[in-house]
C-alpha cells in the first residue's frame, strides 16, 4: 500500500507567486491564496512526532496478529480470510497515517532537516513492518483457482474481494519470501532513497528573472531577494524558484518568454549531470527488478499494476501518435497567430491572448464550486469541505515542491489537496483538476483501504471531468470573441499537453530505459539527444527546439518517482472527455451513474467501472473517439481565431 501521497495524483500543472493586480480589487494575499494551508495535524491525533509513532505502534501490533496466520493462509475459510485482512487493514491504515503526515509535510517544507528525518524513519520503520506480512501475497498465490473462486463467493470478503482476486495477477513474477522480505527492505535505501534526492535537488533550484515589465519597477522592489540596478542601468533581478520561470513560458511578450526559458536552463545547468545520474539509477533499478520478477518488457510491470494488458496500453500509444497531426496544426497556426514564422520551443504555451487576467482565491473557490454545482450539488457541498476545513495547502513557498496533487491519505480520513497558487486562470483549472481527484477519493472512502483508489488509468477520470465542467462555465460565461479564443485555445493546450506530451514523454521513457538495459549508462548528452528526438516526433516541423531544451528532461518527477506512469495522463484525459460527452448528450440523467462510479473506487475491474457510465475500455475504437473530441476542439479554437481576425 502507498505510504505517501500517491504518484498517480501528481499533476503536472506547476507555478508560482503572481504579483499584485491593483485594478482587480483583490488583496495581494487573496491572489497569492497565502493563507491557505492544510491542517495534518488530525492524521496523527494532534500530537505530532508522538502521534507518528503511535500510529506505527499501532500497526506493528495489528501486524502481529497477522503474523500469527503465516503458514495457514490457504486452509483459512472465509471468516478466517476475512479476520486476517481486517487486521491487515488496521496495518495499513495505520502505516498511512503516519506516512502521509509525514510526507506531506516534507512536501511544504524540504528544507527542513527535522521533517526529513521524520519521513525517513517513518519509511523505514513502515518497510520493516512490511516486510513481515509478504507471505500473505506469497500463501495467497498458492490458493488454487478453485478455492480460491469459492472463498470470493462469501460476502464476508467483499470488503476485500476485488483486491484478492487482482494480487493473483502477480502470481508469475512473486519471488521467495526471503527475496520479497530485502526487496521490501532494501526499497528505502534503493529506488525511494534516489527520489528523495530528486525532489530535494529540483525543489532547491533557483533563478533569476527580472520583473514583468507591466510590474513596474515599484513592483519590483518588493520582491523577495531583490538585487539593485548597477551603473549600466541593468534591470533589477529577484531570485525565485523555477516555476515562476515555467509560469512565465505563457506572457504575451516573447522576450519574456525567452528571458524565462534562458532562465529556467540556466537553473538546470548545475546539477544536470547528478539528475542523469538518477535516472539512469533509477532505469538501472527497474531493470534488475524486471528481470528478477520475469518481466520481458520495461512497462509490463506498471502496466500489470494499471489492469492493462500491454496490448492495450500499445493500442493507446499507437493511436496517440498515429494523431501527432493535431498539436503539429494547432503550433503551425499558432506561430500564425502570434505573428512569428516559426515557435521556438519557449513559445508553445504562450497566451494568444494580450493579458492573462489574475483571478484572486476567493473568486476561484466560488468559481470552481459553482461549477461543480452545476453538475451536482452533491459534490459542490463536499467539494467545499476542502476550503471550509484546511484540506488544501496552496501558496506557493521556498522548499515547496512544484506542481499540484492530492494525497487520497487513508480511508478513515480525508484527502489532501496540494497547489502552487499564482492566481492565473490555468490555476483555477487546476485547482478543479485536484478538486475532482479530491472529490473521487472522498466518495470512495466508504470502500475502505483494499478498494479505495483506482488503477493510475481511470485515476485521472474525475480531475479531467470536473475541469472540463469548470472549463465550459467559464467559456459560457465569455462572450467576448478575443477571450473566448484564449479559453479555447487554453483548453486545446492542456488536452495536448495530457495526451500527446505526455505520449512523446512515454517514448522518451521507452528510449532510456530499452537503451540503459541495451547500451548501458546514458551520458547526459545522450539523454538530451533522446529528448530532443522523441519531442520533435510530436513537434513535427512546427516547433524549433533550441539547443538548450535538450536539459529540459531534468525537472521532470514522474520519470524517476513513477517511471511509465506518464501515459496514464493520456488514457485518462481520452477516458474522461468520453465520459463528458455522455454527459453532455444525456443531460441530469447521467448524473446518478458517474457518481456510482466514483463512489466504487477501485472496487471492480476497469473495465466494467467504464460500463458504469457507458464506455467500452477494451474496445480498440475507444481511443480514437477521444482523439476525435481532441480534433473539434482544434476546429473550434481555429473557428475562434478566425472571428478574432
Not at 444 to 449: D, E, H, M, S, T
Not at 576 to 598: I, N, W
Request: net charge negative; hydrophobic share 40%; proline share 4%.
Amino acid at each position: 500500500m502507498a505510504l505517501s501521497p500517491r504518484p498517480g495524483h501528481l499533476s503536472v500543472h506547476a507555478s508560482d507567486a503572481a504579483t499584485l493586480d491593483e485594478a482587480s480589487g483583490s488583496s495581494d494575499a487573496d491572489l497569492r491564496a497565502s493563507d491557505v494551508a492544510w491542517d495534518l495535524e488530525p492524521l496523527v491525533d494532534g500530537k505530532g512526532a508522538d502521534g507518528v509513532e503511535a500510529q506505527l505502534e499501532i500497526a506493528t501490533n495489528a501486524a502481529e496478529r497477522v503474523g500469527m496466520c503465516r503458514g495457514t493462509v490457504a486452509s483459512l475459510d472465509g471468516d478466517g480470510i476475512a479476520s486476517m485482512y481486517r487486521d491487515l487493514a488496521e496495518v495499513y491504515e495505520a502505516l498511512g497515517r503516519a506516512g502521509n503526515y509525514a510526507s506531506l509535510k516534507f512536501t511544504v517544507d524540504t528544507n527542513d532537516a527535522g521533517i526529513a528525518n521524520l519521513m525517513q524513519a517513518t519509511q523505514e520503520r513502515s518497510s520493516r513492518i512490511g516486510s513481515e506480512l509478504v507471505f500473505v501475497e506469497l500463501e495467497w498465490a498458492e490458493v488454487s483457482d478453485e478455492r480460491v473462486d469459492e472463498l470470493l463467493a462469501d460476502p464476508a470478503l467483499d470488503f476485500c474481494a476485488h483486491h484478492l482476486r487482482s494480487m493473483r495477477r502477480y502470481r508469475p513474477h512473486l519471488l521467495t519470501e526471503p527475496e520479497e522480505k530485502l526487496l521490501v527492505e532494501k526499497s528505502v535505501s534503493g529506488a525511494s532513497a534516489w527520489v528523495r534526492l530528486f525532489d530535494e535537488l529540483t525543489s532547491a533550484i533557483e533563478i533569476d528573472l527580472a520583473p514583468l515589465p507591466s510590474h513596474g519597477a515599484e513592483a519590483s522592489t518588493s520582491s523577495a531577494g531583490a538585487e539593485s540596478s548597477d551603473d549600466q542601468g541593468e534591470p533589477e533581478t529577484f531570485r525565485t524558484g523555477m516555476a515562476e520561470g515555467l509560469t512565465r513560458l505563457s506572457h504575451p511578450d516573447r522576450a519574456v518568454r525567452a528571458e524565462a526559458a534562458a532562465a529556467v536552463t540556466e537553473g538546470l545547468r548545475p546539477g544536470l549531470k547528478t539528475r542523469g545520474y538518477i535516472l539512469n539509477t533509477i532505469a538501472s533499478d527497474h531493470s534488475i527488478d524486471d528481470r528478477l520478477r520475469g518481466h520481458d518488457h520495461w512497462l509490463s510491470s506498471r502496466n500489470l499494476a494499471n489492469e492493462a494488458s500491454d496490448e492495450s496500453v500499445q493500442a493507446l500509444v499507437d493511436a496517440v501518435v498515429a494523431r501527432y497531426d493535431i498539436p503539429q496544426r494547432w503550433y503551425a497556426l499558432k506561430a500564425e497567430m502570434l505573428g512569428i514564422d516559426k515557435l521556438a520551443d519557449y513559445d508553445r504555451m504562450a497566451s494568444v491572448a494580450d493579458t492573462d487576467a489574475e483571478i484572486g482565491w476567493d473568486e476561484a473557490t466560488e468559481l470552481v464550486l459553482g461549477a461543480y454545482e452545476s453538475f451536482s450539488p452533491e459534490l459542490a457541498e463536499t467539494g467545499r469541505r476542502f476550503f471550509d476545513e484546511n484540506w488544501i495547502d496552496a501558496p506557493t513557498r521556498p522548499g515547496k515542491r512544484q506542481g499540484a496533487f492530492c494525497a487520497y491519505t487513508v480511508p478513515s480520513h480525508h484527502p489532501y489537496l496540494l497547489l502552487n497558487w499564482t492566481g492565473r486562470r490555468r490555476d483555477v483549472l487546476t485547482l478543479a483538476h485536484e478538486l475532482g481527484h479530491g472529490l473521487h477519493a472522498q466518495l470512495a472512502r466508504p470502500q475502505g483501504v483494499f478498494h479505495q483508489t483506482t488503477p493510475l488509468t481511470l485515476a485521472e477520470t474525475a480531475s479531467v471531468f470536473g475541469e472540463t465542467v469548470t472549463f465550459g462555465r467559464l467559456l459560457d460565461a465569455t462572450t467576448e470573441p478575443a477571450a473566448r479564443l484564449g479559453l479555447l485555445a487554453s483548453q486545446l493546450e492542456d488536452s495536448i499537453a495530457t495526451v500527446f506530451r505526455q505520449t512523446a514523454m512515454n517514448r522518451f521513457e521507452h528510449e532510456i530505459h530499452t537503451g540503459r538495459r541495451e547500451q548501458g549508462e546514458l551520458s547526459v548528452e545522450r539523454i538530451g539527444e533522446l529528448w530532443i528526438e522523441t519531442q520533435s516526433e510530436m513537434l513535427g516541423d512546427a516547433v524549433e527546439l533550441t539547443e538548450d531544451y535538450s536539459m529540459w528532461w531534468s525537472y521532470i518527477p514522474h520519470f524517476i518517482g513513477t517511471p511509465g506512469y506518464v501515459y496514464a495522463y493520456a488514457y485518462g484525459q481520452l477516458l474522461a472527455l468520453s465520459v463528458y460527452r455522455r454527459y453532455t448528450e444525456q443531460g441530469p440523467e447521467f448524473v446518478p451513474d458517474y457518481l456510482e462510479m466514483l463512489a466504487a473506487g477501485g472496487s471492480l475491474p476497469p473495465h466494467e467501472l467504464g460500463h458504469l457510465v457507458g464506455c467500452d475500455l477494451a474496445d480498440p475504437e475507444f481511443w480514437n473517439g477521444g482523439l476525435d473530441i481532441i480534433a473539434s476542439q482544434l476546429d473550434a479554437t481555429i473557428e475562434a481565431a478566425a472571428a478574432v481576425s
